[in-house]
């Protein structure tokens, strides 16, 4: 299918996804982490590096064996990939040290600044995309927090800038009085403050980047270098992704006209970044029917999982195909009005006739406590179970997921509705 050698920086469970589909195209990978990731322990036969994706020097290995270098995740070392790309790495051939540029997908500089979640939503005004009302800290101390709660009032949501997953960045303050206990729960890093968002609804879109060039000044770009995946409902329990609902089942439902500006919000966002790629990008629908970005990840995403069993192209056969430049089922890459107009059945869609019902599965207070909930799922209908690969559970750790699929959104959700009786029991 394609010779070039692709380089993973992070093997957790999103690589591990990434490198299943490579299989099946006979791509070979690469993967950057430690020694039993769960990438690394489907990917037996190709080399592999040992190490941190923080490293500098694990970073220039991996770039050596490869020839083009994406990630799974966003915390990576990115003036490493900013040197490989723009002045190459050294490899010495015929006894010569030379240098050998690898590309890095997406741009080095679309991870830096989404990796900091202040740049991010600063780029995002920058290019007159809505987010949630935020401000910087200038140091971490309970004064700095009290003057950004006179700015934005309580409740806010005190963020880390930097290192954020799973809610591990975030620490809700009600009132000045959870100011001490916030600043010590959040450590260190560097913080911002961000309003409180009432939303009535949190969403997500899948987007493929299929052109290297961010949109700059050009209001139609995202149109011709952005492919959308449909817009799904996500649920959130504790700061973590619970379910994902694709389409949304609730009622009143997303309605059509939200549907097509989320799509188009999304699409606008990603292509004001550089270099191609899957993006995730999550949104509030606040309580005043307002679109805000929450935030967006430069790779396959959570909210994307469903697209495995529920859509022809999934997330991660699209970021192969975006970062080798393979080709698209015809009708996806029309761009332009056509996939402007069908914005109702976005570029690409779900099966026909297909619903589905993504559901995380998180470790509980026993090693074992997720292991019933794998079984209940291999006995229910039209559901497929994907466990990582993770030694270790502890509470809250993502360890698998499973994703229920059925005509309807309502059939799906029958089907779904015991295995979420069991998550919540593993929870409690
Ligand atoms: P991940 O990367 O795993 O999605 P994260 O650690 O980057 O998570 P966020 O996406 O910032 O965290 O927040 C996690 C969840 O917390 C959101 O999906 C939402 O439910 C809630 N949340 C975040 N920011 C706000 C806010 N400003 N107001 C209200 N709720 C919020
Ligand atoms: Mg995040
Ligand atoms: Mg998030």
């Known amino acids: 299918m394609d010779n070039r050698t692709i380089g993973i920086l992070g093997g957790g469970q999103l690589g591990r996804m990434l490198t299943e589909a490579a299989h099946r195209m006979n791509l070979k990978i690469a993967i950057l982490d430690s020694e039993d990731a769960p990438a690394k322990q489907i990917n037996a036969r190709n080399p592999h590096v040992c190490g941190s994706f923080t490293d500098p020097s694990a970073v220039r290995e991996l770039a050596r064996q490869c020839d083009i270098l994406t990630v799974e995740i966003e915390h990576v070392n990115t003036e490493v990939l900013e040197e490989i790309a723009e002045l190459g790495v050294e490899v ?53 927090v009290a003057d950004a709660g006179r700015t934005l009032g309580y409740p806010l949501m005190l963020k880390s800038r930097i290192q954020a997953y799973d809610g591990r960045g975030n620490f809700p303050v009600r009132s000045p009085s959870d100011i001490p206990t916030a600043l010590q729960a959040l450590g260190e890093r560097p913080l911002y403050a961000e309003k409180w968002i009432e939303f009535a609804r949190e969403v ?72 191609m790629g899957i993006f995730g990008v999550e949104m509030f629908l606040t309580d005043k029917s307002e679109l805000l970005i929450n935030e967006i990840a430069p790779r396959p995403h959570n909210s994307g999982h469903y697209t495995i069993e529920a859509c022809q192209v999934s ?16 009708g996806s890459s029309d761009g332009g009005s056509a996939v402007l107009q069908s914005a109702w059945s976005p570029a690409i869609r779900l099966k026909s006739n297909i619903a589905a019902v993504m559901l995380n599965i998180l470790g509980g207070s026993r090693p074992d406590s997720h292991i019933p909930i794998c079984r209940k799922a291999l006995e229910t209908q039209g559901a497929t179970l994907h466990l990582y690969g993770k030694d270790k559970s502890r509470p809250g750790r993502k360890m698998g997921h499973i994703t229920v699929i059925a005509e309807t959104p309502h059939g799906a959700q029958k089907l779904v509705e015991p295995l979420i009786h069991m998550a919540d029991h593993v929870k409690s």
Request: hydrophobic letters at 35%; one cysteine or more.
């Open 204 to 275: 997500a879109v899948m987007v493929v980047k299929t052109e290297n060039g961010s949109s700059g000044g050009d209001d139609d770009a995202w149109k011709r270098n952005t492919l959308a995946y449909p817009v799904v409902e996500t649920i959130h329990e504790d700061s973590i992704c619970k379910l994902v609902y694709a389409p949304s089942l609730h009622t009143p439902p997303v309605s059509a006209q939200y549907t097509r500006d989320a799509e188009a919000m999304a699409r606008r966002a990603v292509a004001g970044f550089w270099g």
């Open 92 to 144: 010495t051939q015929d006894g010569r040290v030379t240098r050998r540029k690898v590309k890095v997908q997406p741009n080095w500089r679309t991870i830096r600044i989404i990796q900091d979640k202040y740049l991010q939503k600063q780029h995002l005004h920058s290019l007159g995309v809505s987010t949630a009302e935020s401000v910087a800290l200038s140091s971490n101390s309970a004064e700095a």
């Open 315 to 330: 997330q991660y056969d699209a970021h192969l195909r975006a970062i080798l430049e393979l080709p698209f089922p015809s």
